[in-house]
């Protein structure tokens, strides 16, 4: 089986944290492939980053030549997975709604800590449309952005663990996922200090990509994902 | 005042039409400007062209030279409203929300009538993250593709009333709201055969953009829709 | 175009206010005609007084003679505004609604700050009611009566200001609503204290009804707002 | 134990039939007195003449001589239960509410069958603020209007039980809630035509209101039904 | 009129306890049994015990011999009414849900004072089923285990003002419920130190039996009270 | 690695169909341990059926001699998983819940074709305690018990199959859930036939069950599924 991994921003080590994470936890026979968007923005914490995002991973999954079994999209709270579904027959999982879906069979309310306080509203909004948003707790930001992750392990940690307790203690969670794809790896550590479990969207999405594709299990084609209608489309796929 | 109308779809005709629709309500002292993306799909009925539409409306009125004091966006149940408020300090006003804004001042309930069925759970998501859901009756499909409105006129409107009607009937539905840019000018006569009032989003979405100019306010720029930090973007502003 | 703003109270004084504030904001060729109920409280702020002041209200403007094109009841959270909606034909508007329409094409979260707590639950339910609670941060009181907001202006800004601010830190709301129509010209003030957008009902609600003027929008008359069935009425209209 | 039971409109025969319900399931000891409003409507089918008789019910409550221990208010859908229980201390209940209370504890969801389809946003309404509507499966409007009830009796029960039989089977409900209180005395033959447990909200209201003064409960004064404070209010109490 | 109410958990002198509480408010002419299932816990604090108790007390109710007008389940958030509504023609009443549906005629918005932080989301969950959360402002835990009330009156009368006080001045609620059989006796003391009606699950739901019995209504058995259909069924009734 | 899948009923033959369907999708490295109550009802379809297999399911697994990795509870729409997870360290994952985690990653609405009418608002509700009914379309009734479909498979398969087609052009369903565990091995010939991907909960729950193992996860133990406390519990475990 291979899996297409795309990260959100054009950060190339970031790209490769999140293959690695991946592999770490795919079945050996399955191909983890990361790609990095030819465009966008080197971090992604709002909304026009987050549509340039959007249309980034749809170029750049259409542009990889050679067959794959499955495709996740690996920013957390980012726009775009749905046109990705319109245009692919294979299943597309994003780490947003593969980290929800796995906390919620862990515990009565989960929540999620993210980067800055400004995407907050947007990963609220994405589990609302995902309609998994009913048992989350709350969605707290540490303040650390998403490049600062990789330049300040340390403090990153620090300041995730701190709002992971909060979570649990004031807004009642009993599962923490971790909300942004360059906190792939962090899992265990924070698990050890907030006491609960802790899902990384990363590690979520494969299983979950794995598992459909196990089932034989497709997007839907019957309405909303349905394959766009043939049309004069101007400038696309992009040649930049 | 100058306010920015950008279509969502590179199909010219379609933006004079909007332009001219927006003219006939706006004030004396209002310039509009009615703009068409570079690039894109024809038409746009689905989440992939939607997401195309997002930032090609983007970067159509970042490259806009001069000043103006508001922008809509004439899409109905589009992508992308998010970003350009994060782009501009300026009000942004999309047609959808603007319609289901004054729609709730007639009546308890408000109805959609828009272009293809497949459109329909975009426009319902859109309604559900704007806050203005809760009092929509229904979203309906008339069936007819969004460049066949201008190619069928007479069809389109038969379909269109069909529609409102089964959505004043079944729906309970006590105003209609046209769910597609290309349906600008044909309010009156929906209005006419389905006995209700009929709200066109590009009128309305005119009405409320020189509202907030003239009451001086602005797109809060707090939390949400802060503008972008400054970063490396690879590939943007566009150049095609 | 003639407009009538209504106010809840028999304070003449703030009927004036509330006047001059619309006017502020209107267009030119637009009159505002301000009425003061006939009976009622010297202010309202509880369910007794709002229903007293709601047919209060409907009693005022149906003896008022002359025409007129539209209709703003000019108290923030009171009932009533659906009653007005059956009598008449032409558009009503209800400055808590309008506020938070506005409010809400300017951030991702609105918050209401009012005068007593006791009038929260109305304010609540009344933004439920109107379908535009959703996106409602918070509805915060001051402290201040209505009638302290004239007698004590500074104290009622910094009241104003302190919840204005807790609204926007703790509730993470982004624009904030002056929830009484005795607030009416605080907006800008308030505005630089809290560094957000604020938005005051009586002219939001000028705005909106002319622009629906404009736009030849009436209340729908298929349900809901149908006119009342002809039928014996004991002791209306009021003959005081 | 006295229970005054208010009838919404002016029509005193009705007056004596929703007493004399009362009275069949009261307790011995509880004597139900029953009002009517002083002016109003003849029958209650609107906002307006609801928000009539919102007030209309105050004044006959408070121009009421002697001791009471709870007051009913018997209008199916009606504005003004808020404002009552502002100015008393004794516990008031709606039969809308007393009705859908005592139908949630016999079936997972309840309709309701009303008079005419122009109440039925009304009494959703209702119910919704009540915090009584998650579990109600429709309301349904049987076209007779309130007068007609009491001047068509056999019509009107035809058209109630297949209005109800449509809600089981259609929406599936599987209590109905007489929604008028123009059908007291209906509920048992409904229940047989229908099969379903019936709940008349006159019958239901008196059961409660005795509960509540047997358990010694009262209205909370601490906020929402905090009793007025003392204010100039013209022309209250009314002088017709 | 003679009705049972049934203990969750397996010690008799909370029993006891329970049915004097419910003798204390009942009509002379009720009988109130009091019952203690064969098996499960000594208290009952979580979803393992609550299932316990589920079928404990239907083993109980359905192995007493006589007839019997009312059932009352008197564990607070407990699993399992729906199961003795399918058993039972006679109305089956909880206290959780009898609780929240007298509070809700009290005032604007309730809260829950339960024992155990453990229990909290159970009795939420219980609320939402039943459909009367919408207006339930908290659900807070005083820390005191059930079999604690017994023990230790005083500290448990001081925990309990404590978090009904806390949901009266931070949650906004008017009206407590007590959020444990075991607390059935407590209300008046809590009420005058609380300052806001309190109402006991018990005499609430004897209230409301008594009040269902009397109007001659019974569970709705046309979809989900349905009678079982008649099957093999291994180990039931259960012979220990 | 060993799941244990229990069947919800007494019948063996469902319980290998079960676990064969299981067998099906497992890990080659993956022991499937099917396991039958040792008391309860020869079929579920209703609450009574449903609370008496959820103490029998925890009984079974209790009784279950040997280590295991994770538990399924292998019921459409049944009690008990969360005493299970209360009891057990090792995640629990119920067929309802998985069905609709995976069907949420494939169409924008999922629906559930289940057995008979009676058990819908069981299902319904169960969705919505575990947070993911929001993005449900319907839960529709095939009209064939349990057992029923195993003795007239072709008949169970056209009547599943009408319903789909219902959902998804009536309801506007994407994905079909099937909603009973003896419809495991049908997914692919409903799927052939209503043209969209069918979830079948128990290949589902296997996939999710192993993820969940695989990356470690397990029930979190800070509050509503801590381990019960120590406490006296008369006639567990079940000796009958």
Redesign the interface.
Known sequence: MRILIVNVN?TESMTETIAEQARS?A?PSTEIIGLTP??????V????????A???V?DRVMSYVGPYDAVIQAGYGE??R??L???LDV?V?DIT?AAA??A??????YAVVTTL??T???IE?RL????????CASVRASGM?VLELEEFPERAVEAIVEQAIEA?IRD?A??ICLGCGGMAGLD?LIRDRA???V?DGV??AV??A???V???????K?????T??P??????PFK?
Do not use: C
Not at 38 to 43: D, I, N
Not at 214 to 220: A, H, V
């Open positions: 054009t936890v079945s030819r465009f966008g923005a080197e971090s914490e709002g909304n026009f980053e987050s549509y340039l959007a249309i980034a749809m726009h775009g749905e046109g579904q319109e245009l299943p999982v709604e879906s796995l919620m069979l862990l515990g009565h309310k306080d400004r907050v509203p947007l909004d609302k449309l995902a309609g998994v948003h009913e048992r952005g649990v009642k009993e599962v265990q006491g609960v479990p899902v590690t979520a299983a979950l794995e598992s459909l196990r089932l034989g299990l497709k997007t839907s019957v309405r909303t994902y349905a766009p209608r049309k004069k489309i101007v400038g696309w930049l």
